[in-house]
């Protein structure tokens, strides 16, 4: 698969989305004065709950993208780090390296292979990244999405999420055991799948805030959008 700079069709987290929509690479953060619709204020209430379980988390993951007829097209692996406010990283180590990260109210995408940044604000970038959802969920949340609690019947707690208003996704599934997030699967138009598999996840614990500092060697491409 050829790679090219900023239009790289490279899957990985941050852009599973734009795998599913080429014409947006981020978008999703701030509408402070949207419309707020609950279809269950319990299960957003309930969802809150989980999301303010924690001030800082890292984890694992394992993400499959999966076409309409689940067709793996693609598979990565790498670790997560949040605190919050606002506190974000994402670095994908398999099989390609690439870095996300927030700083200050920008999102830094850096893709040493490509030896390029791209710095966004975050007004662009939260339509595609709902694990930035995760960073201040009393920020987003409510004024968002639709909430739903699914009964699966097991022992997760699931809640479906549908954006208010249009988004690269068309549905958002966030699972939780014992209050601890395991699971996060997007849905878009064309029934696609993004699906985030989380292990080894710890919460509550200090994290060095130089985790959400890039040092760009010299030489790399430095692209603002």
């Known amino acids: 698969m050829k790679r090219q700079k900023i239009m790289t069709n490279k899957i990985t987290y941050c852009e599973a989305t734009h795998s599913l929509n080429p014409k947006i690479l981020w978008a999703f953060l701030l509408l402070l004065f ?38 793996v097209l693609q598979q990565v692996s790498g670790q997560m780090a949040i605190v919050k406010p606002g506190q974000f990283r994402w670095e994908v180590k398999q099989p390609t390296r690439q870095l ?4 200050a109210d920008q999102v830094w995408i850096y893709d040493p292979d490509l030896e390029q940044v791209i ?8 339509g595609q990244t709902p694990m930035l959802l995760l960073t201040n969920p009393e920020a987003y949340l ?3 999405f639709t909430v739903k609690k699914v009964n699966l ?26 209050g601890v997030i395991t699971q996060m699967i997007l849905f878009n138009q064309l029934d696609q799948t993004t699906q985030v598999d989380f292990s080894d996840v710890k919460m509550n614990t200090d994290i060095d ?4 500092k890039i040092d760009v060697p010299k030489g790399t491409d430095v692209v603002r959008q």
Do not use: R, Y
Request: charged fraction near 20%.
């Open 34 to 71: 949207s419309t707020v619709c609950f279809a269950d204020d319990s299960a957003t209430n309930l969802l809150m709950q989980q999301l303010s379980a924690f001030h800082s988390i890292t984890a694992n993951f394992k993400q499959t993208v999966m076409g309409s007829d689940k067709t």
């Open 100 to 103: 996300i990260v927030t700083q």
């Open 119 to 126: 710095i966004q604000s975050m007004k662009k970038s939260v």
């Open 142 to 144: 409510t004024k968002q």
């Open 153 to 178: 019947n097991n022992a997760l707690d699931t809640f479906e999420l549908i954006p208010n208003q249009d988004e690269a996704f068309s549905k958002l599934v966030l699972s939780f055991k014992q």
């Open 209 to 212: 805030t130089k985790l959400f």
